[in-house]
């Protein structure tokens, strides 16, 4: 008697739009095969049968295609694009490294083209989150660094060559108040002012969370009264609110048992850019996403 081969059963849309939550919650691109390790229980599948659906998704625009890391290396998937992922390798670099070249930068993000490497340069530069220090003394090119350049290490050789002048000075019988009246022209001659009294207010204190975030969770994620998982970094985003503010409202509504909260298992593995996109509770604790609790009504 011939073998027979089980059909396998159909693969529910609650299954489709976890594994889509899942790679949105995800840190970089994945391939169908890592995509497959992170299923578990129910919506457990295996590649062969994930591949497809995340081709099925690329058509539907729902993710984006992303070239492997390596020549030899298998398609990867995202809900960002390639620019994106550039901007992620830029910003990984300097945190690793410090202030470094272009270059320096162009080999932490070999995995993206020449083009989208470019305009995550760009986009980091315009947004102000990458910053070029000019040429030290000796160096031939700039550097670029998450904060803007010391000045201390520009002005050095200049204090130095400042201090032996105002001592000989001193020495010749200037009088101090005509010496420091020079100096003070001479730094304001530069654009930079002695004079500037610039008055802080006291910091507001934090404001209370006005998002109603159960009915944003609902907006997003069609699956939520079914229990679909809503990445911490999509939710935070619809709701526009600063990173503390949102981890706060978020955890109450977790106290208040309106909220599952879904912990990152390896956050300490994570960059410091890569956990922030996480809700924590400040005691080393990660969350990737959240679900509504069943029978949550408002």
Not at 36 to 42: N, S
Not at 251 to 265: F, K, P, V
Request: charged content about 25%; glycine content about 6%.
């Amino acid at each position: 008697m011939a073998k027979t081969t089980r059909t396998p059963p159909p693969i529910s849309q609650e299954t489709r739009e976890h594994l889509l939550t899942l790679i949105r919650s995800t840190t970089e691109p994945v391939t169908a095969a890592q995509v497959a390790k992170l299923l578990t229980g129910p919506h457990k599948l295996s590649e062969a049968r994930v591949a497809p659906i995340l081709d099925e998704f690329v058509a539907q625009a729902r993710l984006k295609p992303i070239p492997p890391k390596t020549a030899k290396g298998k398609p990867r998937f995202w809900d960002r694009d390639s620019v994106e992922l550039g901007r992620l390798l830029i910003t990984a670099t300097l945190e690793k490294k410090g202030a470094v070249s272009q270059s320096e930068l162009r080999k932490g993000a070999k995995s993206v083209s020449d083009a989208d490497f470019l305009a995550a340069f760009q986009s980091l530069i315009e947004s102000q989150k990458l910053f070029e220090h000019p040429p030290l003394p000796k160096k031939k090119s700039s550097a670029f660094g998450i904060q803007p350049p010391s000045p201390e290490l520009y002005l050095r050789d200049l204090g130095i060559q400042l201090s032996q002048t105002v001592a000989q000075l001193v020495a010749a019988k200037v009088p101090a108040e005509q010496l420091r009246r020079a100096l003070v022209q001479l730094v304001e001659a530069t654009g930079v002012s002695f004079n500037a009294n610039v008055s802080r207010a006291p910091a507001a204190p934090p404001e209370p969370c006005v998002t109603d975030l159960v009915a944003l969770i609902r907006r997003i994620e069609p699956g939520a009264d079914n229990g679909a998982l809503v990445a911490s970094r999509d939710l935070r985003r619809a709701a526009n609110l600063e990173k503390t503010q949102f981890d706060r409202a978020v955890l109450e509504l977790a106290s208040q048992g309106r909220l599952m909260l879904h912990r990152h298992d390896f956050a300490s593995g994570l960059s410091e850019i890569e956990r922030n996109e996480l809700v924590t509770d400040g005691a080393g604790t990660y969350y990737v996403g959240m679900a509504l609790r069943r029978g949550v009504t408002g």
